[in-house]
């Protein structure tokens, strides 16, 4: 079983809608859980940093976590043409190593 | 403040030859991840190594591959003998502490020919 599960899409959705990303992963211990953003041939760029469950808003960016049943989430509002990108989700515990998810392609059409 | 700085770029060698990559981490930043990334595929953990020590090198190829963060200078991936197979984005993340965030450099891209 891979610790984290992450649709691959591609997703295309058009400017303005609501987009939500979602990865699923196995290791009941895992406490921090990030989204990242990457750019074709660019470094992965922290999006949310996010510990235990809950939710965490960062502008248009909404992220939640459900550990019980190991599901977290990543909200896009009111999308624009920037967010096009891949988006990895990477979930971990203190000390080790963060597992990333495969990703998932994001085309936001104007 | 600089971000994780990587380099080279991009880098090219023929089989057999060496390949060394350096990941100079955000300052004060004393811990460093390296991930190995294939075109269409996710990061791969390759190393965690914090100041003089490595913490876990679980993904790491046990030959041939090798890393390094030592006291003073840069955090160094060592690849010898490359293979074709090797042909890779390799990516340093820094990180303030053994909980905190993972702040990307913008990568190595090795071509072995």
């Known amino acids: 079983q891979k610790e984290v599960e992450q649709d691959p899409g591609p997703l295309s959705v058009p400017e303005g809608a609501i987009v939500s990303l979602n990865c699923t992963y196995s290791n009941s211990a895992f406490q921090y859980f990030m989204w990242y953003r990457q750019y074709s041939r660019k470094g992965p760029e922290l999006l949310m940093y996010?510990?235990?469950?809950g939710n965490k808003e960062d502008g248009r960016f909404t992220a939640q976590v459900d550990k019980s049943s190991k599901y977290i989430s990543l909200f896009i509002r009111d999308s624009q043409p920037s967010d096009s990108a891949t988006y990895l989700c990477a979930p971990g515990s203190a000390g080790n190593q963060f597992y990333f998810g495969t990703g998932t392609s994001l085309t936001v059409i104007p | 403040n600089a971000g994780v700085m990587q380099n080279p770029r991009h880098l090219v060698r023929r089989r057999g030859q060496e390949a060394r990559l350096r990941c100079s981490p955000m300052?004060?930043?004393?811990?460093v991840y390296w991930y190995r990334q294939l075109p269409e595929e996710g990061l791969k953990f390759m190393v965690y190594l914090q100041k003089e020590n490595i913490i876990d090198e679980s993904g790491m190829p046990k030959e041939r591959f090798s890393a390094e963060f030592p006291k003073e200078g840069p955090s160094i991936l060592r690849i010898q003998q490359v293979v074709r197979g090797d042909s890779a984005a390799y990516f340093c993340a820094s990180s303030p502490s053994y909980t905190g965030e993972l702040f990307f450099g913008e990568g190595s891209r090795l071509t072995v020919l």
């Open positions: 300052k004060g930043h004393s811990h």
């Open positions: 996010t510990y235990s469950s």
